[in-house]
Each structure stands twice: as structure tokens, then as C-alpha cells.
């Protein structure tokens, strides 16, 4: 599919109530397969926002590997900034912007750690190189140089040789529960389409937010 015509396509067609789905998920996973369709670079990329203990908000692009109806997994290093942070204040927000399609997705919930067992699924799934990665990168910590990471790295390989590749203690995954997920579709004259799905106990409402 070509990226610039379905741009133009779904400004035109817009985001009416009557064709969003009742579930979030679901209508994610709508919107997720036709990212994946237009082979967007790295449709799964998404900003992730967290707040120090200081009330300093912080932001970076993590990679989104798993979801279902529980929530939003993605993985980290549990010594990360981000990791410190969501133990400490464990609100956060999500943002997948497809700009090409002229599409957001914006996530507001809570995120938690995701049971080892789960964590070492994936882990099992990951390159050789990945999982050397994860256990060779003091992440978010200051270092001198570049030489000592790839020290670190040559280390690691000789640590665990031919042999398996285990999950380090600290590693692994949080889920993101969403209190509220809003799809925004771009429309012409900025007078865009919003939608907000707000969570109420077993359901969740819709509606619709100015632009």
C-alpha cells in the first residue's frame, strides 16, 4: 500500500462514532494492521512519558512487543531511568504516532511489571546479540567511553561462551493498563476527529473531543 495514498484516503474518510469498535484493543488492532500494511518504518515504536520524583517529566521511543486485553508491553532495563521513574510514579502515558497516516493513538494508564515467566518468553526470542545487549548496558548510566561498553560486551561473551544466553535479574517487561486510549485521525483544516475511550469499571465510554 502506498503510505501518501491512504493518508489522503482516511483524512477524506475521516473517524465517524458509528465505525469505531466497542473495545479499544480492538479497534487498536485495527488501526495497527493497517500501519503494518502501509509498512511504515517501526510501526510499533512509541513515545513513552514518565515523571520523576521532582515532578520532571521524561520521554523516549520504546518499541511496543506485545498487547492484548490486559494492556501495553514493552521491555526495559528494571535500573533504566524510565524503570526507576514507573516504580516510583507508576502513571505514564503512550504515544504511537503514525504521521504518515495522519494517526495518533495516545494511551493514558498505569504501568507494572510483567511476571519473570512472561519477561523470559520473550527474552528466549530475542537475537544472541540482544540478549549479550542486555546484559552488557549499565542503561541510563554515565560512561567515559564507547570502548568500555564493548569491554563490557566481550566480557559477557566470554562469560556465557557457546552456551545459553539467560535472563538477567535485571530485565524484563512492564505492561501498561490504559485508563484511557484516544484515536485521532487527521481531517482537513485542522478540523480533525477525536475519539477518547474512557474506562469505567467493565466497560468504557466513548466520545468524541473537539479537535
Given at each position: 500500500?502506498?503510505?501518501?495514498?491512504?493518508?489522503?484516503?482516511?483524512?477524506?474518510?475521516?473517524?465517524?462514532?458509528?465505525?469505531?469498535?466497542?473495545?479499544?484493543?480492538?479497534?487498536?488492532?485495527?488501526?495497527?494492521?493497517?500501519?503494518?500494511?502501509?509498512?511504515?518504518?517501526?510501526?510499533?515504536?512509541?513515545?513513552?512519558?514518565?515523571?520523576?520524583?521532582?515532578?520532571?517529566?521524561?520521554?523516549?521511543?520504546?518499541?511496543?512487543?506485545?498487547y492484548d486485553a490486559d494492556g501495553?508491553?514493552?521491555?526495559?532495563?528494571?535500573?533504566?531511568?524510565?524503570?526507576?521513574?514507573?516504580?516510583?510514579?507508576?502513571?505514564?502515558?503512550?504515544?504511537?504516532?503514525?504521521?504518515?497516516?495522519?494517526?495518533?493513538?495516545?494511551?493514558?494508564?498505569?504501568?507494572?511489571?510483567?511476571?519473570?515467566?512472561?519477561?523470559?518468553?520473550?527474552?528466549?526470542?530475542?537475537?544472541?546479540?540482544?540478549?549479550?545487549?542486555?546484559?552488557?548496558?549499565p542503561q541510563s548510566q554515565v560512561?567515559?567511553?564507547?570502548?568500555?561498553?564493548?569491554?563490557?560486551?566481550?566480557?559477557?561473551?566470554?562469560?556465557?561462551?557457546?552456551?545459553?544466553?539467560?535472563?538477567?535479574?535485571?530485565?524484563?517487561?512492564?505492561?501498561?493498563?490504559?485508563?484511557?486510549?484516544?484515536?485521532?485521525?487527521?481531517?482537513?483544516?485542522?478540523?480533525?476527529?477525536?475519539?477518547?475511550?474512557?474506562?469505567?469499571?467493565?466497560?468504557?465510554?466513548?466520545?468524541?473531543?473537539?479537535?
Open positions: 500500500m502506498d503510505p501518501a495514498a491512504l493518508r489522503e484516503q482516511f483524512m477524506a474518510e475521516g473517524l465517524d462514532r458509528d465505525a469505531l469498535a466497542a473495545d479499544p484493543v480492538d479497534q487498536f488492532q485495527r488501526w495497527y494492521q493497517q500501519a503494518i500494511d502501509a509498512r511504515l518504518p517501526e510501526p510499533n515504536a512509541l513515545s513513552l512519558a514518565t515523571v520523576d520524583p521532582d515532578g520532571q517529566p521524561s520521554l523516549r521511543t520504546v518499541l511496543l512487543k506485545l501495553f508491553v514493552f521491555f526495559t532495563n528494571y535500573e533504566s531511568r524510565k524503570a526507576r521513574q514507573m516504580d516510583h510514579n507508576d502513571r505514564v502515558a503512550l504515544l504511537f504516532p503514525w504521521v504518515a497516516l495522519a494517526r495518533q493513538v495516545k494511551i493514558l494508564g498505569r504501568a507494572a511489571r510483567i511476571p519473570t515467566a512472561e519477561s523470559l518468553k520473550y527474552f528466549a526470542t530475542r537475537p544472541r546479540g540482544s540478549r549479550i545487549g542486555a546484559w552488557s548496558s560512561i567515559s567511553s564507547r570502548s568500555l561498553l564493548e569491554e563490557k560486551v566481550a566480557e559477557i561473551k566470554r562469560r556465557f561462551g557457546d552456551g545459553e544466553v539467560p535472563l538477567p535479574h535485571f530485565w524484563g517487561g512492564y505492561r501498561v493498563v490504559p485508563s484511557s486510549i484516544e484515536f485521532w485521525q487527521g481531517r482537513e483544516s485542522r478540523l480533525h476527529d477525536r475519539f477518547r475511550y474512557t474506562r469505567e469499571q467493565d466497560a468504557w465510554r466513548i466520545e468524541r473531543l473537539a479537535p
